[in-house]
């Protein structure tokens, strides 16, 4: 597809009805864990169809889920995603990897049965591990948000889920051992950052807003399990992901989404959604609750949400001036709350690296989607989707347009529902997505 043909068909399809209201969204293994503000997977689906051709290479620079790369994987592309989250990578990876339902399904129950087991019998051996699994900090993270009985179902589990053999003489058997363990430990973390219920005291967990409630009465982490494993399995058909998956390697990168690692001009197309301005999704104040039972620190968590884009430090802020656009609307939003516009200065500036490294990698021709919502600060509209625009004209992309979507906020998993308060902070954000559409020429 030509310069010329991309720029048409992708300002064509930025007209289409984007919404895809009413959809199913968890088909194949988009529903197996909570993300918030995942777009459906129609959305990628329809411009990977549109705008790419069997086996070339899709991207997603900030892959969340991975529903861009599962998308393109069942469409035969071959697919990149990066991410600095770990939860994002290990969520990712799974959803991408084919697994036999009935042999994991299998796995799962005979980890059930033996974490049961240690319950009743070696409760002392469970609580040694607890008391060496996590430094000072983490621990009392742990004993903050978790009661006693679900600290010890959980390491249960893990121990068993852990122990799921890594090796075997036999490379075939390795591999089924290897995908069956990293799918289990998804379940694990579904069982803790869960869309309702869930085995902590946190409330709103999965919309990425936890607050503790002494008088929740958390869920069994046993049952929890037995039922994410049963619904995650209960539809899924490996069937067609496997069969796209030859000769199409599957690459997550723990990179940043502007130091992808990746060569020039190797990428076809990418479809990513960046994060919110704001910082109104903090994915790791959800995202550690599981991240921690995986060995990582809250210290060390607490470094790499430092370094999301979007995140509302004003540090780091400096860098050249900005496409026009941008100027205007912080020049503006200064007038209204200078620190709120040094921490837009700081996303707008770290974007500009972003789309700058999209423009690297893509091909002549080829089409970067960028799905984005704008945000509100003081009560100002900071059309995120038009600073965006311009800074990808500023680093050489041309503008296709910018396509509207409307939100299913009943539906698609926001940080904030629709409340009383209609003008309330809150709900001013977030009932419209756009669809920045830039070719590279």
């Not at 059930?112 to 009743?120: E, L, M, S």
């Not at 990428?267 to 060995?295: C, E």
């Amino acid at each position: 597809m030509s310069a010329v043909s991309c720029f048409d068909a992708l300002r064509k399809a930025l007209c289409a009805d984007l919404d895809f209201h009413g959809t199913d969204g968890k088909y194949a293994s988009h529903g197996w864990h909570p993300f918030p503000a995942k777009f459906p997977p129609q959305l990628p689906q329809f411009f990977i169809e549109y705008l790419s051709d069997v086996e070339d290479v899709i991207l997603d620079p900030m892959l969340g889920s991975g529903t861009t790369l599962v998308e393109a994987m069942r469409l035969g592309r071959r697919v990149v995603g990066c991410d600095i989250d770990p939860l994002a990578r290990m969520i990712a990876a799974a959803k991408l990897t084919p697994i036999e339902a009935v042999k994991t399904l299998q796995a799962g129950y005979r980890i059930i049965d033996a974490a049961k087991r240690d319950y009743w019998q070696n409760c002392d051996a469970l609580k040694r591990e607890l008391s060496m699994r996590f430094d000072a900090k983490t621990g009392e993270f742990v004993n903050y948000w978790f009661l006693p009985q679900q600290q010890l179902e959980l390491i249960a589990l893990l121990q068993h889920i852990e122990s799921v053999p890594a090796h075997s003489e036999d490379s075939a058997t390795a591999l089924t051992q290897e995908r069956i363990r990293d799918f289990l430990k998804v379940v694990f973390s579904s069982t803790i950052i869960a869309k309702s219920g869930g085995v902590s005291l946190a409330r709103d967990l999965a919309h990425t807003r936890p607050h503790r409630d002494t008088d929740k009465k958390p869920n069994s982490a046993f049952a929890e399990f037995a039922k994410r494993l049963e619904r995650n399995l209960a539809a899924y058909d490996s069937s067609r992901l496997k069969s796209q998956t030859m000769g199409a390697p599957l690459q997550i990168r723990a990179a940043s989404a502007d130091k992808t690692g990746l060569a020039p001009a190797s990428v076809d197309l990418i479809v990513t959604s960046p994060p919110y301005a704001n910082n109104a999704i903090d994915y790791m104040r959800a995202h550690k609750f599981s991240l921690v039972w995986f060995g990582w620190k809250i210290a060390d968590l607490t470094k790499i949400r430092a370094q999301y884009l979007g995140h509302d430090a004003a540090s780091g802020a400096e860098c050249e001036r900005l496409p026009e656009q941008c100027e205007k609307t912080l020049a503006r939003l200064t007038e209204l709350d200078a620190k709120k516009a040094v921490a837009l200065r700081r996303y707008f500036g770290e974007m500009s690296a972003v789309i700058a490294e999209m423009q690297r990698v893509l091909k002549k021709g080829k089409a970067a989607v960028i799905v984005v919502g704008t945000s509100h600060l003081r009560g100002m509209d900071v059309e995120t989707q038009k600073g965006l625009a311009a800074i990808g004209k500023s680093v050489g992309f041309d503008l296709a347009g910018i396509g509207v979507r409307r939100l299913d906020r009943d539906k698609r998993m926001m940080p904030a529902r629709w409340g009383t308060k209609r003008h309330s902070q809150i709900e001013e954000r977030m009932h419209e997505e756009y669809v920045i559409g830039l070719v590279k020429p």
